[in-house]
Each structure stands twice: as structure tokens, then as C-alpha cells.
């Protein structure tokens, strides 16, 4: 209760008649500075930047020194100059980041979507033409509007709104860790996603930025108990990658078990939880129940994933296979890319380690079951399993432990695990993917 409140309750009424008649004070103005609108303090934005700049500044350089070695790699090997533009090829270094999927969102960024299913007939890996409507629409939107903001081509506006998006990305794990492990632990999550296996994304025409800095506010939204906010940020997320949905569910969980339990329902009330678990999965129904409209067929979105990118649900049959045959030194399954199916291979290993260390930190729920439920989904999809690292870079929370410990270290130590790692990520993290497999 406020020191004003106290006096309106406890003064007499002359007191309060010449409260009343007396205009408030005004705070001091420090002299030589202009006074801002009431909603912005420039003193306290500064205030509240100025925790985020050592985790923000680690990512960056991390990230720069990536991507410079990638660079290198491309023109040292100079492979890219013989592919098709649209398949990991181009004039320049760069126009790689543009390639492979980054390709389908920039048609859809230029001319929109053009949802219909096309029958191929026959019997084999896939029966249906594939079509953009695959691809969620947040991120083409993104860039189609900071292109008409700025003047930038689609493919400048792409890297912009992806880098951007990295930055507010590692600053929300930053937050996350740092509330459940200290700052400096925070600052050390946000370096190791930016070398983390599959992070060359990051800074290419991909939608895992965006997806991470949603899914990283969204998760400190209900760690903080800002139950709209989660919502809100849980929804938008349903409109840039199906994956959304292990978020939408955490979220979901989360705030159910808020609603079940008494004493959590008498401190945060009803509204709040109720709000998110029915705003949380509408942005991802919208957008699946709008392709099944627009193709004439409910199942659209599932057929095209399932017949045209070979992308389904099998329970793990898939995986297993992968792990039967690398076991034995084969490749007899779809999609085999030597090299990343062994970093991939080295990654799921890691998984029961990583997870038990994540669970002996005893994260909130929202946590756990956002992470538990992207490991099972992409371990239990038929997808490229040399892309598990790019699939697995959602799931952020595995880093708190690894954080935890690289945190005790001193800076000396750290600095020579970050520029190793740093050095090292531009291979395994970009050009393992781009080039030696398919992202």
C-alpha cells in the first residue's frame, strides 16, 4: 500500500482537506536534460538495457566469428559456385544463407501463397507437389513489411529481421537462466546458443530466431506469472512454425496446474491462466484451419507435410532406424548426409545426460515440458535426422545446467572455451549444415 494510501486511512479529515487543497510534488528535474513523455524514462530504459549488454555483446561476437569462419570455408572450398541458387548455391558466400527453405519463405515474402494440393500419383517417398503453404506466414510477413519499412530487398529485410530476432532470442534466455541460476550463468546460456550444433540458422533466412525469442519471452512470461503476455507471445508463435505447439501446450500445462491447485489459484486468480490456455493455441488452429479452407481439404497441412516433405509423426521408427544404421557404420534410411548424422548421432547421445542435469536444476514446470515435449517430437518425427541439431535449437532450457557449470569458471578460462568454440561453430554449426547437409 502506498505512503498516500496510508495517510487517506489513517489522517484526520483537516489533514486530508489540506492534502487535497495542495497540488503534489513534482520529482526534482536534473537540470541540462529534457523532460520525456510521462511513459518513457530514458534514465530507467538505460537502467534496464544496461544487464542485457555482456550476454547480448557474447552472443555477437560469438555469432560474427561463425559466421566468418563459414564464410572462409565457402570460398575455400568453393563448392556452392557449382549448385543451383535454390539448392545451396549462389554468386556470393552469403546468397547461401538464402537457399533450401530460406528460398520458400522469400517466395512467400514476394507473391504470397498459392495453397493447393497437387497429386503426383504413383507410390513412392512423395505424392503430393510440395507448396509454400507449408511454411508459416509470420515470418514471410516480417519480412515483407521490414522491406516496405526500410527499403531493403526481401533478402536484406530476411537476415534483418532473423538477426534481430537472435538478439531478443538469447536476451530472453539470458532472463530465463539468470532467474533460475544468477547472472552470470545467463550470460554464459546466451554464448553457448549462439555456438550451440545448429546455430548457423540463426543468422540466415530461417525462422528459428523468431520461433526461440518468442517460445524464451514466453516461458519468462509464465515464470513471472504474466499469463496474458504468455498467451499473447504463444499465439503469435503458432502463426511462425508447427512446432509451436509443444509451446502452446507447456503454456497450456502450466497454467492448468495453476488453476488446479488452491493456493496458486488464490494468489495469481482465474483469469489470468483461464486467458492464456484459450488464446495460447489459436494462432496455430487459425493458420492450419485457414490452409484446409483455402485447399478445400480439412487434412491439407498434414497431407502436404506427410506426402510432400515426408515429414510425419511414426513414434520414433524413423530415428531408430537412423541409430540402427549408423551403429553398424550404414546409411540404408532416407535423407542419409554423412557428416551431420553424426554430429546429430553425438547430439541424441548427449540428450539423457543433458536432461538430468536440466532436471536436477529443478526448472518450473513451463520449462520442463516445453523440453521434454521438443525433444519427443523431433526424436518421434521423420524428418532429416542430420538436422536434429537445427531441430533441437528450440529447446533452449538444456542449456541451464552447461551454463551453470561454465559460469563457476574464471574469465580467462571462459574467454578460451568461447573463441574455441566460436572458431569451431563456423564448421559444425553453419557449414556442416548448409553445405554438407541439408538445413
Known amino acids: 500500500m502506498s505512503t498516500g494510501s ?46 542485457y549488454l555482456p550476454p547480448l555483446l557474447l552472443y555477437g561476437v560469438a555469432k560474427l566469428t561463425g559466421l566468418a569462419v563459414f564464410a572462409w570455408l565457402l570460398e575455400h572450398a568453393g563448392d556452392y559456385h557449382k549448385k543451383e541458387p535454390r539448392f545451396g548455391g549462389g554468386a556470393h558466400w552469403w546468397d547461401v544463407l538464402s537457399t533450401w527453405d530460406g528460398w520458400w519463405y522469400l517466395q512467400v515474402a514476394q507473391h504470397g501463397y498459392d495453397p493447393k494440393l497437387e497429386r503426383l500419383g504413383g507410390d513412392g517417398l512423395f505424392t503430393v507437389q510440395q507448396n509454400s503453404v507449408a511454411f508459416f506466414p509470420l515470418y514471410p510477413a516480417l519480412i515483407r513489411m521490414v522491406s516496405a519499412v526500410t527499403g531493403l530487398g526481401p533478402y536484406g529485410a530476411a537476415i534483418l529481421v532473423s538477426v534481430v530476432s537472435s538478439f531478443v532470442a538469447a536476451a530472453g534466455i539470458y532472463a530465463v537462466v539468470k532467474t533460475l541460476a544468477g547472472v552470470r550463468a545467463g550470460t554464459v546460456a546466451a554464448g553457448l546458443w549462439a555456438v550451440a550444433p545448429g546455430a548457423g540458422v540463426e543468422w540466415a ?19 513471472t506469472r504474466r499469463w496474458i503476455t504468455a498467451g499473447l507471445l504463444a499465439c503469435v508463435a503458432g502463426l511462425n512454425r508447427p512446432t509451436s505447439a509443444v509451446l502452446i501446450g507447456a503454456v497450456g500445462l502450466a497454467a492448468l496446474v495453476t488453476l488446479v491447485r488452491r493456493d496458486s489459484r488464490r494468489e495469481h486468480g482465474v483469469g489470468g491462466p483461464l486467458y492464456a490456455i484459450l488464446v495460447a493455441p489459436l494462432g496455430l488452429l487459425g493458420y492450419v484451419a485457414w490452409v484446409g479452407y483455402a485447399t478445400g481439404e480439412p487434412t491439407a497441412y498434414f497431407t502436404l507435410q506427410r506426402e510432400g516433405w515426408a515429414h510425419y509423426f511414426d513414434y520414433g521408427a524413423y530415428t531408430l532406424r537412423v541409430l540402427k544404421n549408423l ?27 543433458l536432461i538430468a542435469l536440466m532436471l536436477r536444476k529443478r526448472p518450473p514446470l513451463v520449462l520442463v515440458a516445453y523440453t521434454l515435449a521438443t525433444i519427443v517430437t523431433v526424436l518421434g518425427t521423420q524428418q532429416m535426422f542430420g538436422n536434429t541439431m537445427r531441430y533441437l535449437l528450440p529447446a533452449f532450457p538444456l542449456l541451464l545446467a552447461p551454463a551453470a557449470a561454465l559460469g563457476r569458471l574464471r574469465n580467462g578460462s571462459l574467454a578460451v572455451f568461447f573463441a574455441t568454440a566460436a572458431l569451431a561453430s563456423g564448421w559444425y554449426a553453419h557449414y556442416v549444415l548448409f553445405e554438407l547437409g541439408v538445413p
Open 6 to 51: 496510508d495517510n487517506a486511512v489513517t489522517g484526520t479529515p483537516a489533514d486530508a482537506a489540506q492534502d487535497a487543497q495542495e497540488p503534489p510534488a513534482r520529482p526534482p528535474r536534473e537540470s541540462g536534460r529534457a523532460s520525456g513523455p510521462g511513459w518513457f524514462d530514458p534514465d530507467a530504459l538505460r537502467a534496464a538495457a544496461r544487464p
Open 205 to 223: 533466412v530461417y525462422s528459428e530466431s523468431v520461433f526461440v525469442a518468442l517460445a524464451a519471452w514466453c516461458c519468462y512470461a509464465v515464470m
Open 327 to 353: 551403429a553398424v557404420g550404414r546409411h540404408d534410411y532416407v535423407f542419409a548426409f554423412d557428416v551431420p548424422d553424426v554430429l546429430s548421432l553425438q547430439l541424441v547421445l548427449a540428450l539423457p545426460f
